[in-house]
């Protein structure tokens, strides 16, 4: 979901790669465990619904903020638990109507705490793996 050239542009340093399919997501995990970040990015293909299933449930997540539309396709952070003040924070992306992308960024010990460092880490992570995705990677 992320190409080599992408991933420079979110680690200083080369990070560890874990892909796998969970049976409802192509998922990669990608860490750079000396600076204390993290990427994950799935591709959800078994959500019948695209992001619709998550705007139905919205009410039920701590956070429900709806972002600018990335690379066209509608966007949303929608944690169970707020943990952008510990860095960690994850965005939906409708890129179809049976299709999703989800993004958890871990943003590095340094940025931790920085005001809006967490979502603009995880958006920027969405639109690599958008671009990747449309092809343009």
Do not use: M
Request: proline share 5%; hydrophobic share 35%.
């Amino acid at each position: 979901l992320l190409t080599g050239p992408q991933l420079s542009k979110l680690f200083t340093t080369r990070p560890k790669i874990d892909p796998k399919d969970t049976g409802v997501a192509k998922t990669c995990d990608w860490s750079d465990i000396s600076a204390g970040s993290g990427v994950t990015a799935q591709l959800l293909y078994a959500a019948r619904d695209g992001i619709s299933q998550f705007y139905q449930r919205k009410d039920q997540y701590a956070v429900w903020k709806v972002l600018p539309p990335i690379h066209g396709f509608p966007a949303s952070i929608y944690p169970d638990v707020d943990t952008s003040d510990s860095g960690i924070c994850g965005l939906v992306v409708g890129i179809a109507d049976n299709l999703a992308i989800d993004v958890s960024t871990s943003v590095s010990d340094k940025n931790t705490g920085k005001a809006g460092a967490c979502e603009a880490a995880a958006q920027r992570a969405a639109d690599l793996t958008g671009t990747t995705l449309k092809g343009g990677a």
